[in-house]
């Protein structure tokens, strides 16, 4: 796992310079630079188990740790403005296309798109 800012577990990538602006952009700009990106809390449950999911599946997701983030805050309201709902971690893109949180991931591996998803997200090549 690649992580935005410093966590308990893990690879870590240090934040690139904190970009001024609108945080839509800078999810936007976060989802697609890899090909499995999660928007997380590093004191959340079902953060943990999300991420637990696809290290699971051989996924290496990067991780944004939004507690860890100096704008984090931002990026949240953002998120929620994105997924109209006021529970927003984890959020999962793939691909750089939102999938949505820990029920969409969920019910996607459990109907069996989920795996196609990461094949063609290049994250996932068994």
């Not at 591996?109 to 196609?116: E, F, K, R, S």
């Amino acid at each position: 796992m690649h992580y935005q800012a410093a966590a308990s577990w893990g690879s870590y990538v240090t934040p690139r310079n904190a970009v001024v602006g609108d945080p839509l952009e800078r999810i936007e700009r976060l989802a697609s630079e890899n090909a499995v990106v999660i928007f997380s809390m590093s004191t959340c449950c079902m953060c943990h188990a999300i991420k637990r999911l696809f290290c699971g599946m051989g996924v290496n997701p990067t991780v944004h740790e939004l507690d860890e983030d100096p704008r984090g805050k931002d990026l949240e309201r953002a998120l929620m403005r994105l997924l109209g709902s006021s529970s927003v971690v984890p959020v999962v893109f793939i691909g750089g296309k939102l999938v949505g949180t820990m029920d969409r991931v969920m019910a996607c591996h459990i109907n069996g798109t989920l795996v196609p998803l990461l094949k063609e997200a290049g994250a996932l090549w068994l």
